[in-house]
Every structure is written in structure tokens, then in C-alpha cells.
């Protein structure tokens, strides 16, 4: 080989690793996919793609805000609480009557209301985020657990129950729900300029203060987003289920932190994607499918699902190692 | 003949989209110091981390080390076999001390470690060094030039004799300096050589040996110090011949436009008053620490205790955040580039766009990639940043480009006032004559600039009146045409006019 071609090779081989390391979720992902379509007949049908999609719609959409929240260097252990709570704030109040708009639109509110409290003490008391989510990780779970007295609050009316398990034509509501908030979580990231500062102050907070943005603000608005969509789970789980159960949603952060990183966002702070996460939320999604199709039982899935996720950042480091 | 200790030999190696190096040479004699000089961009800290073992995949060429070919797979193992660099950021760790940031690593003792031999071991390091240091310090409370020496003697410590010190002097005073220089000539009395990277070309005609220039990432031309002087290595390092002095600016007539009434922070600066002419460009001086920083600073709206009055273009200023001040016209550039000044997962563009993305909208809030692109065009061409595209991501740029994407993201808010802090630190020649002429440019425009910077020189060439600040206070202002070095540093010492 003459200097040229080891040259032309070596581009090529550059090329193949970029691409390689920007769409490697997605390869995995795509490799999953093809290794079950032979392993069971019933994979790779519609009505199991759809209900795979529904499945990960939940925690999905916690994810679309939590990768706000990393994107901007900060993390949210809140999450799975703050679901339990707007669910159960929803529920009380359909129960004493008021009206399935409202009772939503309160539940939202709670949801967005501690989100918004997380950001504030991060940002403006410059507390540790971490310990922050922490303490309202246990604070709204306390909170759900004293407002319906720790039972249950079941029964709700056929039209509230449609959120969570109706559908158009073959796909489920909350599949739409969520392809929604994808869409919109993208467009925001990606075409507004609140996007571009979440991840102006991810990437350098100092920096982008100087720069001029208003840093908290940022932040305080990625916390209230990721607890805004924390309650629109709650809102349809509740639904789904027919039922709202203070200890909903119970280690749901950690589901959502693994969706987000398995989709390539930096824990880091400044880099990562919505299209990543919603491979993470697949990824996800279709091994626990599987495993369920495959008959595997449900302990060894907890084992699989923490194997997957040490196998992908493991990769991750080899290939950033200088 | 000298004992040959290191040579490279047709060092290649490139990025995606970017030639790094071609076909490089460079070799390193027993005892001498011998300089790297070039524009940035031109391949040296590239060539650096080749020789160590950070870029072990370099396509083409070899190293040979000792008369051995060697091909270091990592910093630990250049470091093993004798070869250390010292970054111009330094990689100490913060809140441990002297001594345990020399043995870091390496501490003795087993499992345990053992203090008194560690402390010992340490002072004893130090003493043949002949640096003075308290080696219980922690290393945070240490000077910049003190830390550098820490880092030198972690070197010696693990027996290197070759080591390289990328723009040591960029953050040292002048005191600092020589101390350095003295301990660079001891060094070479006992055989360890030195490859001594910096922009300071007068450094280089007083401890060097040798210069090799790289342009480009080629080699130029390797020649013994005595045989060129700076004017030729200039030349070689840009292609071309540059000025040097500046015409001065004539801005004494002009208005004021600028002006702060008693600026006080607590702790930090007492009671500091002066104006701003439009089209001036005004020189803030002093030692490191004396919060010429902070000055900048507190006119940007930082600090949340400042107390006193600024004026722009005759009214009041109500300045509470960064934002404030930028909405109104003034501009702070960072000394920090690289923590306070660029996004590094942000591409070039959208580190320039940052500070007006607000104003380049579809609808509020959404951003018009049309308008945004032809922002980025016109700056990147305006500041001719050398970059494969907008889109490259800026950390991939050299340390003058960076800044110049910095400068881009100041100038695209239109700002009456921008102040400069350090806006030359470790960049080279060419690009910081760029930096003088676009200052010019910007006072001839009507800008008022504000030019904070340790190198007097520079200060005195571009300014039309210096203020020079001590210990928080300001001490004086000198006229340019008045202005010296030793009035400037009569003053900066607390000395009085």
C-alpha cells in the first residue's frame, strides 16, 4: 500500500468509528430486535411493537425531562415520587367530584409546583442537586402517602380511564402521549434558544453566565419541566391502572437515568439527545419484552436490565479512552 | 558534539480534517533547553503529546529516546522511562499539599502512609532545588508560579530528564520569572533538558539554546539561538513580517463615555473611580491578585455586594447580572478562557451566537437558523477564525482561535464597552498581533476598551492612560505619553507618583 491509500484507509476507518460511536444505541437496539424476531414468533408482530411502545411510555416521558435535566449537568431522583403524588392528588380530587379537567390540571400543577421548588434550591441556595432531589424523593412520597392515608384511591370514571387505556385505531393513547412529548422535547432542545442555553449551561455554567444568560433560570425551568412531566405520568398511570397507589412509581429514577444514559447523554453535563433517549427508552423496553416473552423470571430481569446498562457505558469509556 | 538524548524523526499525524503535524523533526540534546516556538495551530502541543504518549497513534514517523525507538502509550509510561511535561494548566490537586501532591501516587509507606517520611523526602527535594516552600501547604493557597515550581519538582522527583513546559511564564510575574529561569539553569547544569514552548519570544534569547519553529504543523527551521534574533523568528513563525509599535490613538478630546464612581466589594477592591473616553483604549495594570480582575468584574454585574456607580453615555447603571450588562453595552472577556469563557461541546457557531441568540429569532424564543448562520459567517470572517467549519465543535480549535470565537460572540452584541481581560495569555505572536489590530479597529469605531493585562509592554504600546491598581486600590493614573515600565511597577508596588 502506497502513503495514499494508508491515508484513504485510515479516513475511512475514522469515519466508520464516528459513525459507529453517534448510532451505536441504536445498533444495539437494532441488534436486539433482530436477535428475538428469531428467537420468538410473536416479537416482531404489530400489536407487540405498539404494546412495547406503551409500555415505555411512562417512564419515557419522565425521561424527555430528565434529559433536560442531565443535559444541564443536574439529576433528578424526585422523579418516580413526584409521579406517585400527582397521581394521587389527581385521584383524591376526582374522588371528592371535581371535575376530570381540573383534578388533571391540579395534578399537573402539584407535579410542576415541587419541580419548579427543586430548581429554586439548587439554583438559589446553590444547594447540592443530588441531595436536594434526595430529600423530595422522600418528602413527595411522604406527602402521597399522607394525603390518601396510605390506601389506594380506585375507580375512576370510564372517559379519565380512556387517557391510559384507550386508543385510536390500533395505538395506545399513552404512546401518543408520548411521541408528543418527543416531538416536543426535541423541538425545544433543538430549535429554541431555552434549548440552546440548557445546553450552554451543561457545557460551562460559568461560561454561559458570563455570556449573559441567566443561568438559574435555566435551571430552575429544566427542575419544574422534569417534574411538570413526572405528573403527566402520573396522570396516565393512574389511569391505566385504574387505581392510584401512593407507592407508585417506587425506584422509577433509576429506569429513567438508565433510559437517558443508555441514549448517550453525558452525566456530565452539555451533551445528549431526545432521539438517544428514545432509543435508551427502547433499549429498555424491548429487553424486558423479551425477557417476558423468552419466559425469563422477572428477578433475573432486574440482573439482565443492570448487565445491559454497565455493558453500554462500559463500551462508552473504552471508546473515549485517550 | 552534545549528546543526542531524544530525536523525532518525520512526525505525522493529523485529526479529522485537520494535518495536525508533517513530517516533523525535532530532537532534544543532553543539558539544553531548546525552544518550540509557532503560531497557535502550528502543531506544538500536538508534537508534545506525541512525545508523551497522550496522541500514541500518530501515523508516520519515529521517536527515538536514549538511542532506543521507542512510542509511549500514555503519559504514565513517557513519564517512566524519564519524560515529563508540564502543562500550562497544571494538573496538582487542590486541596492537598506540596509535599503530597510531589509523591502523589508514589507515597511511601505500605497501605499506610508514612508522613514523616513523605514530609521529608519532599523537603529534601526541595532543598536541592533550592526552592523555598512550605511543603504543608495546601496547594490551593499557593501562587501560580509557586504551583508551577511544585510541579517541577514532582518531575525531578521521579528522576525525568527531559521536560517539557508548555507557556510556563504565561501566568507568572516578574519576580516569578526569574525564579524560574534560575531554576531552568540549574537543571541544565545537571544534564536534564528542557523543551521550553512559549510565546515570549525575549524568554527564548535569554535561556534558550536552540529554537525550532513550526508553522503550520511543519517544521521551519531548527537553528542555534545565537545565529537568529527575534525578528527572523517571527518571520519564520508567521511567513511574513509584522509591526510592532502601534500608532497611538488619539482619544483625549473625546467624551467620556464611560465612568465608575467608588466601585467597592468587600475584600476585594476599595473605593475605585475613573472614566472611560470613547474610542480609548485604557490600560488597568497591576500585580497578580491586586484585583484588576475584580474590577472587571464588579462592572459586569459578578458580584452581588458591589456598591458604588457606573455610567454609561451619561445615565445610571443598574447592572445585577452579566445580562444586565450586556443589554446595556458592555462586555467582559474572560482571562479564563477555557473555564469561564467557552462552551466546549457547543460548535464554533453557537459559541459565537450565544450572547444574541435572543435576537435571532423566528417568533420569540425560536431560533432562526438563517439568521444565526449569517451572525456566525460574518464574524468567523470578520475575525478570519481558522476553523474547518461552524460547525466544528470549539474545542478542537487552537487556544488564538478559541479566542477569537470569544471576540466574535462580543463584538456580534455590538457592545460601547468591552474590557479585556488578559486578551494575549497564551496565544502567539501572530494571532495576538490580530487581537492589537482588531483593538485599534474597535477604539477607531468609537469602542472604549478596557485592557487588563500583565505584559507592561503591551499595556504601554496600546493604551492612552494607564491605571494601575494595588492591593484593591487604584494608585494612579499615567498618561500614555508619561507612561514607563518603571513608573507603572513604582506604582503597582504601592509605591506612590
Redesign the interface.
Known sequence: MDDATVEQSAKYKEFILQFLDKFKAGIGLLAMVIVMSFLSDRFLTLPNMLNIFRQVSIMGIMAVGMTMVIIAQGIDLSVGSILALSGAVTAGMMAGDTSIALAVLVGLAVGTGLGLFNGLLISKAKLPDFIVTLAMMSIARGLALVYTGGRPISGFDPAFRWIGGGRIGMVPIPAIIFAIILVIGYLVLNKTTFGRYIYAVGGNQKAARLAGINTDRIKIMVYAISGLLSAVSGVILISRLNSAQPTAGVAYELDVIAMVVLGGTSLIGGKGTIGGTLIGALIIGVLNNSLNLLGVASFYQEVAKGLVILVAVLLDSLQHRD | MAEKLLEMKNISK?F?GVQALSEVDFNVDKGEVHALVGENGAGKSTLMKVLTG?HPDY?KGQIFYKGREVRFKSPAEAQKAGLAIIHQELELIPELTVAENVFLGREPGRGWINRKKLKAEAKKIFEELGIEININKKIKHLTIGKQQMVEIAKAISQDAEVIAMDEPTSSLSQQEVELLFALIRDLKEEGIAIIYISHHLEEIFEICDRVTVLRDGFKVKEQAVSEVDRDEIVRQMVGRDVEDRFPDINAEDNQAVFEVKNLTVPDLITDVSFEVKKGEIFGLAGLMGAGRSEIARAI?G?YKNRTGDIYLEGSKLNIK???D???RGIY?L?ENRK????????SVG?NIS??I??QL?VVK???SRRKEKSVVREYISKLDVRTPGPWQLVKNLSGGNQQKVILG?ILS?NPKLIIMDEPTRGIDVGAKHEIYKLMQELAAEGVAIIFISSELPEILNLTSRVGIIYKGRLQGIIPGSEATQEKVMNLATGGSS
Open positions: 493529523s479529522p497522550i501515523e459586569y459578578v447580572s452579566p445580562g450588562a450586556i443589554d467582559y474572560t473555564d469561564e469563557g467557552l462552551i466546549p461541546e457547543l453557537k450565544l450572547s441568540l435572543d429569532t424564543n425560536v431560533i460572540r452584541t
